[in-house]
Every structure is written in C-alpha cells, then in structure tokens.
C-alpha cells in the first residue's frame, strides 16, 4: 500500500465456524448437536451412497444423541418445488437443525430447506430476482451445518442459496447473513471420489469466486486477503486433483482454496461471469463450474484496462507473470494463463457441445440482461449487449 493511501471504509462479515481437515467428517455429531437435537440430513443418495459419507455422518449424529431425518432426493441446481417438499417434512418431523452433505446444490438445498420449515408460504417468497421484492427472513430460521463434498462452491461458507426456477429458466438466491451456516466441516476425504471433469468444473468454480471478488467494485481488504491466498493454492493444487484424484493432499489444498474464494464473495460478491454462468446453467443446465470455467478469462478480457494492476497481481500470485515485465503485459499473462489453466484440466468444451447452438446466443444475452443484471451492477466495466454476445461468441 502506498504512503498516504487511505483503506476505504468496509465491513467484513465471516461468522461461519470452520472445522477443516482429513478426517473431522467424525466430528459433525458434537458439531451438530450443540445447535439441535433432531437433524434433517439433506444429501443426494446416488452420489453419497458411492462416498459412504452419508452413513458416516449419521452414525456420528447418531453417536452424539442426535435423531435423524434423512432427505436423500437432492439434485443439482435445486428447484423451488423440490425444496418447499423437504421443508414441509422438515416441518412435520419438528428437525431443530439441517445438515447439507454433498455439492453446492446439497448446500443450497439445506439452506432453503432451513427458511422453508420456519416461515410461511413457499421459498420463492424470500429469493430475490428481477420486480421481486423478497420476505425478510427472520431470525426463526433454523441452523445449517454444510459439508460440502466438492472444493468449487464455497457454499459452506456463503451467505447465499442458489434456487432455480424451472418454468421460467431462471436461478435466483435467498440472499441474507441469515443462512451462513452455523458450522462448516470441511473434509478433503469426501472430495477423493469425485471424478476428473467434476473436480475441474468445481475447481474453477473456486477460480472464479476468488477472482471476481478481487476484481468486482465491491471489493474489500478483506476479500482482497482471502482472494489472493485462494489463488495462490489453487493455481496449483487444480491440475493435481484433475490428474491424481486421490491426492489427499492437494485435495486438501483444492478444499482450503474453494473455502476462502466462499469467505471471498461473502465479502465482495462476483461479476459479469456469474452472471453469464448462472444464465447458461439455468436454461441450458451447462454444470455451474464448467460454465464458469468457460467463459471467465474472455469475461475478463473486458477488464484488462479499468483492472490491469489487479489482474497483473493475479498473474504474479498464480505463477503466469514470468518474465513479463510491464503491468499490462502481466494483466494480458492472467487470461492467457487461465486459458492455459482451462485447457491443462480439459474445459476447453466448445458451447456447441453443451447443447448450445449459435442461435441461442441472442436469448442467454437477453437472460443475462433481464435476470442477472446485478452481475453487471458488480462489473467493473460496463457492458452493452454487444460485449456480452461477443463473450459468448467466442465459447464455440
Ligand atoms: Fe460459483
């Protein structure tokens, strides 16, 4: 920091308790049990049955007098029905507390599921979205624990659930400090049966956090330290868990780097490439990690000027500035290096192949204009309709 420059005035916010490590799977009963005595334990069972993580977790609640009501329907990119269905049984079996296991649409499920049982109505009403005003959530909202089986969402850590809308295509969040979980208990053991492209997907998910909120006009100091630290691990432990998947220990790495990108957008938000990945994710379903991963660095591209010292430290934490001299030669090394990243893990996917066609560009820009416009608002740069197509141009 430069003499005389002043911090800007800021809050941070990480109020969630952090259990990290192989192995801490076996503390989620004591962890569970000093919020409530009856868990909803929400998983989706096809994946957990495989891990054997969801058995683990209810004989640890089971162990530590915790009752269990498990809910084992959850799908990726969780739909407004599906979670006012597990919050009425939530409801009628009186659970005091919700623990999510699995990826971040289990995360997201439990975190609807803990607004759902305890206000009225469906949890559409407390999601935000475009001439949608959401209910307050208050403070009857019942307690997460997010175990989160993927190193990508940072869910775990999050102040957001994202919930898709299927009639209308679109994802939306119940955005309040209200559903940080209570407790997060990170194990890297449960990420090693993920297989490769999934562990890519997710992985640049985690890229895409840390780095959108190092570079969104909302930023804060406090953004900008987990932000770097999570790039830094990352741009590192990524190509070793696509390759080795059973690394526990760059596993660990992948995990420690996707909670801090979470605690990174909890304190800064994201731009422009969440907007375009949660517009491809809710008409197309293209997975959210995969969509991230494709169009960040062209996203980027748009910020070379108005971001060129932020994405030139990028490229110095990530290992892309070598022998780059000036700052923008480094700025140009980042999207160049995250391209090269993309490629080393095998998400170079032409949007062609994930059932888009050259003729739906025209309707994803038009959804990224009328649903994810705060993504814009949070974009350092402005963009017209022209940029956003030429984003997505460039993905076939
Ligand atoms: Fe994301």
């Known amino acids: 920091m430069r003499r005389g420059q002043e911090i800007a005035r800021f809050a941070c916010c990480l109020p969630t308790r952090i ?23 929400v998983a989706a069972a096809e994946s957990m049955a495989k891990s054997g993580a969801l058995r683990e977790v209810i004989d640890s609640l089971e162990h530590a007098g915790v009752k269990t009501t498990v809910y084992d329907r959850v799908q990726s990119d969780p739909t407004v029905g599906a979670i006012d269905e597990a919050a009425s049984v939530c409801r009628q079996m009186k659970c005091r507390v919700v623990v999510g296991l699995g990826g971040g649409s289990a995360v997201d499920f439990a975190k609807g599921v803990a607004v759902g049982a305890t206000h009225p109505g469906t949890v559409h009403d407390y999601m935000g979205g475009p001439g949608h ?3 307050p959530v208050t403070e009857a909202v019942l307690p997460v624990v997010a175990i989160p089986t993927t190193a990508g969402t940072g869910a775990e850590v999050t102040a957001v659930a994202v919930i898709t809308i299927p009639e209308t295509f679109e994802k939306h969040g119940i955005i309040t400090p209200r559903v940080f979980p209570k407790v997060a208990v990170v194990d890297p053991r449960l990420m090693v049966s993920l297989p490769a492209r999934p562990t890519a997907g997710t992985g640049f998910d985690a890229i895409g956090h840390a780095l959108e909120a190092y570079v ?7 953004a900008d330290l987990l932000a770097l630290e999570a790039l830094r691990i990352a741009a590192e432990a990524l190509q070793q868990v696509v390759e080795a998947p059973t690394d526990l220990d760059a596993r660990g790495r992948m995990a420690w780097a996707a909670t801090l990108g979470g605690a990174a957008i909890a304190n800064a938000g994201m731009t422009a490439t969440h907007g375009i990945a949660q517009a491809l994710g809710g008409r197309f379903h293209v997975p959210h990690g995969e969509a991230v991963a494709l169009c960040l660095p062209e996203t980027l591209e748009t910020l070379l000027v108005v ?3 932020r994405l030139a430290r990028v490229a110095e934490v990530m290992g892309f500035a070598t022998g780059r001299k000036s700052e923008s030669e480094r700025a140009k090394a980042c999207i160049q290096g995250l391209k090269t990243l993309r490629r080393l893990v095998h998400l170079e996917i032409p949007l062609g192949t994930l059932g888009v066609s050259d003729g739906d560009v025209d309707q994803l820009v038009e959804d990224v204009f009328a649903t994810q416009q705060w993504s814009l608002e949070h974009h350092p740069a402005k963009l017209e309709r022209a940029d956003v197509r030429g984003i997505l141009g460039a993905l076939f």
């Open 216 to 222: 969104s006009k909302f930023t804060t100091p406090m």
């Open 133 to 135: 005003t959401p209910k």
């Open 19 to 41: 259990v990290f490590g192989v192995g801490v799977i076996q503390s989620v009963g004591a962890e569970t049990a000093a919020l409530g005595d009856h868990a909803m334990v």
């Open 307 to 309: 971001r060129a010292p």
